[in-house]
């Protein structure tokens, strides 16, 4: 029986893993490429429920940057305001939140190896020794290609940067822009990171625009150029999201978790909340393979059950407003408007789970 896991990447899924792991006693190492851990984390964004971080169990608070009540989604001349009396979202300062992370796995006893970029060889001798190998390797995984997983056959092309001394004055909000002039596909988003600073972000599918080229374009909009509120830019930076789930994500005794298995929400991209719960998940498939023999391909299964209508249904809401362009999502703000919506989202929405929402709305409608 094998009891030691190899986790290839250092981000919040591998990390989680490794922590959940070593919290059941198993002995697992994480490989990271970079020199330290985070070290290109803020590549990324780091907007997160506030209920979806609470079934992590990561101690975030002193990741917190800013805290977020509301959202205006703009199309055309048409916005829609949703603002909840509650937190929503907080903003993490990403690295920090990696580090958080790495600290949390070590204390439970996984070791976290750093400036490693494991490749196909180590990975055929860590199978030939009976590891337990898991691909947390991000969205372009060397493990998938290597163990020959389903691709994921959709990515987003993402620049972002800070604007400082902005002089915006919405401090809680973030303002998010549907426009296939600039975002083709996807979208473009302001959020405040308090004290006079703004990250201004794009996305755009991948085989449209270029995706610097896409924020240069949408930073001439005079909504946007509202929204940013002046200020200098500094810290630009380009990345990838995967959108779509891989159709396996288990093999012998293989796994994949996070951006790697494609558990990231199509909607908005955000990928910490899925790909942490199903790190979850997969310590449990994992365990209960060393405790009582079970086949660690359940793992596939199990977080489907849990999470796979819910990604389906981001998958679905996306592919409807990438379909619908500008104009479409123009009309379709104004009709959740006039049908009373931006009051039951600001009551019921939920970032990760729009199927609670869906129930909610059958069962109750918008009376309430
Ligand atoms: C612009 C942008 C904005 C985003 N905003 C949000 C947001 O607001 N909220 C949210 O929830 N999500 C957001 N996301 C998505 C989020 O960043 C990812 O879903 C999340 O980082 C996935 O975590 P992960 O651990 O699965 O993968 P990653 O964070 O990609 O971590 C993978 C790690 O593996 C390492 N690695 C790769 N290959 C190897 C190798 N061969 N050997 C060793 N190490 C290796 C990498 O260095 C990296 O550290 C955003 C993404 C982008 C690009």
């Given at each position: 029986?094998?009891?030691?896991?190899?986790?290839v990447?250092?981000?919040?899924?591998?990390?989680?893993?490794?922590?959940?792991?070593?919290r059941?006693?198993?002995?697992?190492?994480?490989?990271?490429?970079?020199?330290?851990?985070?070290?290109?984390?803020?590549?990324?964004?780091?907007?997160?429920?506030a209920?979806g971080?609470?079934?992590?169990?990561?101690?975030?608070?002193?990741?917190?940057?800013?805290?977020?009540?509301?959202?205006?989604?703009?199309?055309?001349?048409?916005?829609?305001?949703?603002?909840?009396?509650?937190?929503?979202?907080?903003?993490?300062?990403?690295?920090?939140l990696?580090?958080?992370?790495s600290?949390?796995?070590?204390?439970?006893?996984?070791?976290?190896?750093?400036?490693?970029?494991?490749?196909?060889?180590?990975?055929?001798?860590?199978?030939?020794?009976?590891?337990?190998?898991?691909?947390?390797?991000?969205?372009l995984s060397?493990?998938?290609?290597?163990?020959?997983?389903?691709?994921?056959?959709?990515?987003?092309?993402?620049?972002?940067?800070l604007?400082?001394?902005?002089?915006?004055?919405?401090?809680?909000?973030?303002?998010?822009?549907?426009?296939?002039?600039?975002?083709?596909?996807?979208?473009?988003?302001?959020?405040?990171?308090?004290?006079?600073?703004?990250?201004?972000?794009?996305?755009?599918?991948?085989?449209?625009?270029?995706?610097?080229?896409?924020?240069?374009?949408?930073l001439?909009?005079?909504?946007?150029?509202?929204?940013?509120?002046?200020?200098?830019?500094?810290?630009?930076?380009?990345?990838?999201?995967?959108?779509?789930?891989?159709?396996?994500t288990?093999?012998?005794?293989?796994?994949l978790?996070?951006?790697?298995?494609?558990?990231?929400?199509?909607?908005?991209?955000?990928?910490?909340i899925?790909?942490?719960?199903?790190?979850?998940?997969?310590?449990?498939?994992?365990?209960?393979?060393?405790?009582?023999?079970?086949?660690?391909?359940?793992?596939?299964?199990?977080?489907?059950?849990?999470?796979?209508?819910?990604?389906?249904?981001?998958?679905?809401?996306?592919?409807?407003?990438?379909?619908?362009?500008?104009?479409?999502?123009?009309?379709?703000?104004?009709?959740?408007?006039?049908?009373?919506?931006?009051?039951?989202?600001?009551?019921?929405?939920?970032?990760d789970?729009?199927?609670?929402m869906?129930?909610?709305f059958?069962?109750?409608?918008?009376?309430?």
């Amino acid at each position: 029986m094998v009891n030691d896991v190899v986790i290839v990447g250092g981000g919040t899924s591998g990390l989680i893993l490794a922590r959940e792991l070593g919290r059941r006693g198993i002995e697992a190492t994480v490989f990271e490429s970079e020199k330290k851990i985070g070290d290109k984390a803020d590549k990324a964004s780091g907007i997160l429920s506030a209920s979806g971080l609470s079934k992590l169990g990561i101690g975030f608070s002193d990741a917190v940057v800013n805290s977020l009540y509301g959202a205006s989604l703009h199309a055309g001349r048409r916005s829609l305001h949703v603002r909840s009396e509650k937190i929503q979202a907080y903003v993490l300062d990403r690295i920090r939140l990696a580090e958080i992370c790495s600290r949390e796995a070590v204390d439970a006893g996984a070791k976290v190896v750093t400036g490693r970029r494991i490749g196909t060889e180590e990975l055929e001798r860590f199978s030939s020794e009976g590891k337990i190998i898991v691909g947390a390797d991000g969205g372009l995984s060397t493990v998938a290609r290597w163990a020959k997983f389903p691709p994921i056959e959709n990515h987003v092309l993402t620049f972002k940067a800070l604007f400082e001394k902005s002089d915006r004055t919405l401090e809680d909000e973030v303002d998010l822009f549907f426009s296939e002039r600039f975002a083709t596909g996807f979208f473009g988003w302001a959020v405040p990171y308090g004290r006079g600073i703004v990250e201004l972000g794009i996305g755009t599918r991948s085989g449209s625009w270029n995706s610097a080229e896409a924020f240069r374009r949408m930073l001439r909009e005079d909504s946007v150029k509202e929204a940013v509120g002046g200020g200098k830019m500094t810290d630009s930076k380009a990345s990838i999201i995967p959108i779509g789930m891989r159709s396996k994500t288990a093999k012998g005794n293989v796994l994949l978790v996070g951006d790697a298995a494609g558990q990231v929400k199509a909607t908005t991209g955000g990928g910490i909340i899925f790909g942490g719960a199903c790190a979850m998940i997969a310590a449990e498939a994992v365990a209960r393979h060393i405790d009582n023999g079970k086949p660690i391909e359940d793992y596939d299964s199990m977080w489907r059950k849990l999470y796979g209508k819910d990604l389906s249904m981001h998958r679905f809401i996306h592919a409807y407003y990438s379909r619908a362009g500008e104009a479409g999502i123009e009309k379709l703000l104004w009709v959740l408007d006039v049908l009373g919506m931006g009051n039951f989202l600001s009551k019921y929405g939920d970032m990760d789970r729009p199927s609670a929402m869906v129930k909610r709305f059958f069962l109750r409608g918008l009376a309430d």
